[in-house]
């Protein structure tokens, strides 16, 4: 059995760790990373710069691991040549699942979500501009992933849509 992985994005310009959870396929279909860096550059469009790692996610989800871990980060980015960067450095965030409970809260915690699985719910690469003059149509995958998986209340809200659309006996 393969240890479970949770992978940390390291953003130099704004200073946080990131979480997201891991991604064994191909870095092209790997659409929640291209999500989260596009929320990381500078207003002329260049990217920050930043460091993908993964940890072993047993030691991520406990706190006292987590703390040492960011400690490390930090310990080691001030011997590599920095002048030091500060105690509080980097702050640790759940992105997804933070954007997800801000969605959950604005529906008034509501299990009939009108968003659920919607396309503004979609987490899509940022390549619009791109894809719109290569002449290409809007992007979609058979492996979308939805702002909607990372909610709080995602396994009572997917029964909840089941039941309504199940056909009844």
Same mark, same amino acid.
């Given at each position: 059995m393969t240890e479970e992985n949770i992978r940390v994005l390291l953003c130099h310009n704004c200073h946080t760790i990131e979480e997201l959870p891991d991604h064994e396929g191909s870095p092209r279909e790997d659409f929640l990373l291209e999500n989260l860096v596009n929320r990381h550059e500078f207003p002329d469009g260049v990217r920050h710069r930043g460091q993908l790692m993964k940890v072993p996610k047993r030691y991520w989800? /406990?706190? !006292?691991? /987590? +703390?040492? *871990?960011?400690?490390? *980060?930090? +310990?080691?980015?001030?011997?590599? @040549?920095? +002048?030091?960067? @500060? #105690?509080?450095?980097?702050? $640790?965030? =759940? #992105?997804?699942?933070?954007?997800?409970?801000?969605?959950? /809260?604005? !529906?008034h915690r509501n299990l009939d979500c009108s968003d659920w699985k919607s396309s503004k719910a979609r987490l899509t690469p940022g390549t619009a501009k791109e894809r719109k003059a290569a002449g290409l149509p809007k992007y979609r995958s058979p492996k979308d992933r939805y702002l909607c998986d990372f909610c709080p209340v995602a396994n =009572?809200?997917?029964? !909840? !849509?089941?039941? /309504? $659309? =199940?056909?009844?006996?």
């Open positions: 989800e /406990k706190a !006292h691991y /987590k +703390d040492e *871990i960011v400690k490390k *980060i930090n +310990d080691s980015l001030a011997k590599g @040549g920095s +002048d030091g960067l @500060g #105690t509080d450095f980097y702050n $640790t965030k =759940a #992105t997804f699942q933070d954007d997800a409970m801000a969605c959950f /809260k604005r !529906h =009572a809200v997917r029964q !909840h !849509h089941f039941d /309504k $659309t =199940a056909p009844k006996d």
